[in-house]
């Protein structure tokens, strides 16, 4: 679904206005992977971690004017079920600043109504969080304890307003928050704070064990800006 009339000029025009573009690519101390767009890993617990920057191939064509996409693909071959939730990714600048992963779902006023769907990645051993079944009609839902966390989306509404509401494709193509289980990958597009006066970030997953919240410690694959 594209939005149209006044929303996409909305769309169109918070993108001009919200400055330059933020250009990352792997840093020459990352481990880099082929892909199409600017890619790195790093593996932590059995954890691995793909985050690819320049992937973006959607509406609006110019997102990164907004907001910094990354195409992120978690792997889990640990024993462990571990959390996705937004709050616990991140690119952190080398002064301690954090550029948050915005919250795709909160959505409001033209742009409200729900759209189902229908992610063009592979992924297995995923349960998508409870309050998301809405929008993943015919996926598999976790039956366990996932809480909605209405301070942390609270927190990053008006950051949201900023870019005037996410596209269809923005919604289509965003990593779904849930529980990854031993042996499933899960894929999609986080859309973080757009980033300003900084040279080098880092992307950061804190790694949380589903069942028990034991932290696990951060992966992490540094970035440089172009």
Known sequence: MRPTGALLANLILVASV??????????PDAQPVAS????ATAEHHGVRVVAVAGAWRGFPE???RAVTPMLVTITNDSDRRIEVRYEHFGLISRGGVLFAALPPF?????????????????MFGFGVAPYL???YPG??????PFPYRPTYYGTYAVQFEKINLPSGDMIQKALPEGVLSPGGRVSGFLYF????DVKRLTF??????????????????PFVVK
């Open 36 to 39: 199409v767009g600017k890619g």
């Open 106 to 122: 909160e959505m409001t006023g033209a742009l409200s109504e729900a759209v189902p769907v229908q992610v063009p990645y592979a």
């Open 18 to 27: 919200a400055g330059c573009a933020t250009t990352l690519e792997p840093a």
């Open 204 to 221: 950061t997953l804190r790694l949380i064990d589903a069942t028990t919240g034991e932290d696990l410690g951060p992966i992490e694959i």
């Open 133 to 135: 079944a809405p929008w």
């Open 139 to 144: 996926w598999a839902i976790f039956n366990g």
């Open 62 to 64: 110019d997102l990164e």
């Open 193 to 196: 704070e757009p980033a300003a």
